[in-house]
């Protein structure tokens, strides 16, 4: 079992507490794993991006060749494209229908683009974190919208959850909870709908 994933959105979106819930979640199923992550000017809402490689077997490096990686976790639509090189031929592209980084592109263009992968879902992570009751959640609806994707059970992603926000209140986690389980949804139909 091999499970190579990079998560790409912007500074300030959580991309590294996703990547803490991957790895933890792993050690927790007694998985070998290997996280890289480059910040950017992330305090700025510059790129940010982190690479997690989740194994049974022994990983050498914590780099991801291009056109290897099993899933693109996109925080920001135009985040998303710049790393869609690395994915591999039927991985899965899971992105957050929010722009931040447009610059000079449409957004018509974007969406265009990202139909062009066979297997990408759309997720309205912003709208169902504010129906949650807080916009920081968007991250972790994400987290739940790839967990069906994952090797990893969710009872093990949702311990690390709980890990993650152990320091806030139990309100915090528990919203974070219901993020990942309104994302899951998503992800559970994209998985149906694949079949």
Do not use: C
């Not at 194994?55 to 780099?63: A, G, K, P």
């Amino acid at each position: 079992m091999k499970q190579d994933i990079i998560i790409a959105g912007v500074g300030g979106q959580g991309i590294l507490s996703i990547a803490f819930v991957l790895v933890n979640s792993a050690m927790l199923k007694g998985l070998n794993s290997k996280q890289s992550e480059v910040h950017g000017m992330s305090q700025r809402g510059g790129p940010v991006f982190a690479y997690v490689r989740i194994s049974d077997e022994t990983i050498y490096s914590d780099l991801i060749p291009t056109g290897e990686a099993d899933m693109i976790i996109g925080l920001e639509a135009m985040e998303s494209l710049r790393y869609a090189q690395f994915l591999k031929k039927g991985g899965n592209l899971i992105v957050d229908h929010h722009y931040i980084l447009v610059n000079g592109y449409d957004k018509t263009t974007i969406d265009a683009a990202i139909e062009q992968y066979p297997r990408h879902i759309w997720v309205n992570a912003r709208q169902i974190a504010h129906e949650v009751g807080n916009p920081l959640t968007a991250n972790m609806v994400m987290m739940g919208a790839s967990s069906p994707l994952l090797s990893i059970e969710e009872t093990l992603l949702k311990d690390s959850i709980r890990t993650l926000f152990a320091r806030k209140s139990e309100d915090i986690i528990t919203m974070n909870l219901a993020a990942f389980d309104r994302g899951a949804e998503l992800g559970k139909r994209f998985m149906d709908k694949a079949k």
